[in-house]
């Protein structure tokens, strides 16, 4: 398998690949390098974070806790664990830069944009993101009912609200619109109907889906012509008959895995493929062994969202920030917080990622995490909380970001490794001319300071 093609490969299914890792894979074949990939993502670890200082809250009723603790300190500590959010996005960062199987990782990072939720509830939303990374290569159907029960999302998307008596068509529309078959491909009246189906579906006060009988709307319904007493997993299995939906999510995996620009001939045959039983891995070991998906078309025309640009330098030059909470500021300056997305719709990807500001961010980014330059770390948007709060934050806001890089990986990695062949691993696009220039021009005094240098040129931003 060419060099090129390996690295290809592992940015679409992973965050790229060093030298020597590239190295040890030319000498295997192209089905046996994905095979493996798929192989390793067989093991399924789930993203944890200790929560045992917060387990009085879920054991004990609320009337006892007050009583032991007091009503203010039961309340401190309540508002306290809305904060682990802020833990599992540093914990889910860390296991992007060293995952147990990048396949599955990436795959789970991948859905988190297609099932967009938002939750303060630390164990709904831990429980959230490890059924996206459960699922994340499995069976689709299975999915999105899996998607469908869980608290986070019944809360996100008011479905806690969704009644008998006055229903909240919010998780039926954005069920059909965002997660399953797009914009247009509905009538206003199946959304109706539908959220008459999920009427009744929440979750209890300490975790765990609940049926509110009560609630439920038990009368026929009529969904995409069909009439019975649906439920919500009915109108799930309905959506799914829809060779549309099959065609949808199929859109979304081409543009994020294969190419921004989607050749409709290929989305057919991928759809088809799909569409007979949903299975999300025999999708996708087809567009990784198919030969198109190595043609120079789709090679280095996707440009990296936030998470990628960071785990990627991560995987080329390992390094720590001395402030760990800094991470955050790093997602926030680039538009892209893990479990913070910015609405049901997520992030657009694409040309959205880059503006003057985050342009200019992201080309200084490699010498500020590999060789301890300066950055103004200013929030955008930040303006929650009172004015007063607001403006003593606007007076901290140069703030110094302080680093341990690890270059001893890099230095084995590329030791008998010429710079044309560093080049080549860094940057997968075509180069334009004037950088080209310049890259000729530059004073190469050290590989280390080579790399930091292609990392900082714009086509670094392609994968």
């Known amino acids: 398998m060419k060099r090129k093609h390996i690295q290809h490969l592992y940015w679409r299914a992973g ?5 020597s890792e590239i190295s040890e894979l030319e000498k295997k074949s192209k089905t046996k390098i994905i095979k493996n990939l798929f192989k390793e993502a067989n093991s399924f670890e789930p993203l944890k974070i200790d929560l045992s200082e917060y387990d009085v809250l879920l054991t004990k009723k609320s009337g006892k806790l007050i009583r032991e603790m007091g009503k203010e300190n039961v309340k401190k500590l309540a508002q306290k664990s809305k904060r682990e959010v802020i833990t599992l996005n540093k914990a889910w960062l860390d296991r992007l830069y060293e995952p147990s199987s990048v396949l ?11 099932f967009v939720c938002k939750d303060k509830n630390i164990w709904n939303i831990q429980k959230y993101n490890n059924t996206l990374r459960a699922n994340s290569l499995g069976n689709f159907r299975t999915f999105v009912k899996a998607v469908a029960h869980e608290p986070s999302m019944l809360n996100y998307l008011n479905n806690k609200q969704n009644k008998k008596a006055h229903p909240n068509e919010n998780f039926a529309r954005e069920l059909m619109e965002l997660f399953t078959l797009g914009v247009g491909n509905y009538t206003e009246q199946d959304i109706k109907e539908s959220a008459r189906a999920f009427t009744g579906w929440t979750f209890k006060k300490r975790g765990g889906f609940f049926l509110d009988k009560k609630n439920h709307d038990n009368g026929e319904k009529t969904f995409f012509g069909k009439k019975g007493n649906w439920n919500g997993d009915d109108i799930i299995d ?80 390992p390094h720590t920030l001395s402030n760990k909470n800094q991470t955050r500021y790093l997602q926030t300056m680039m538009g892209q917080m893990l479990l913070n997305p910015v609405n049901v719709s997520g992030w657009k990807g694409g040309t959205a990622w880059i503006d003057a500001n985050t342009m200019m961010f992201r080309l200084k980014l490699p010498s500020v995490l590999l060789n301890n330059a300066l950055i103004n770390l200013d929030e955008k948007g930040d303006i929650e909380g009172t004015f007063e709060q607001f403006y003593k934050r606007t007076k901290k806001r140069k703030k110094f970001l302080q680093t341990t890089t690890d270059w001893k990986l890099f230095e084995s990695s590329y030791a008998d490794a010429s710079n044309e062949i560093l080049k080549n691993d860094l940057i997968l696009s075509k180069i334009h001319p004037d950088t080209e220039a310049l890259l000729k021009n530059l004073t190469k005094t050290s590989k280390k300071d080579f790399c930091i240098q292609l990392m900082s040129i714009p086509e670094y931003q392609l994968c």
Not at 264 to 292: A, G, P, V
Request: glycine share 4%; aromatic share 16%; net charge neutral.
């Open 15 to 19: 965050f790229g690949l060093n030298n």
């Open 238 to 317: 309905i959506i799914l008959e829809q060779q549309q939906c099959a065609r949808y999510i199929c859109s979304r995996i081409y543009t994020y895995f294969i190419n921004p620009k989607i050749d409709s001939e290929r989305l057919e045959k991928l759809t088809e493929i799909f569409y007979k039983d949903y299975d999300i891995e025999k999708l996708m070991t087809h567009i990784y062994s198919s030969k198109w998906f190595y043609e120079e078309h789709n090679i280095g025309v996707k440009i990296k969202s936030p998470i990628e640009l960071l785990v990627g330098m991560y995987q080329i030059v």
């Open 104 to 114: 599955r990782e990436k795959m789970t990072l991948f859905w988190a944009n297609v």
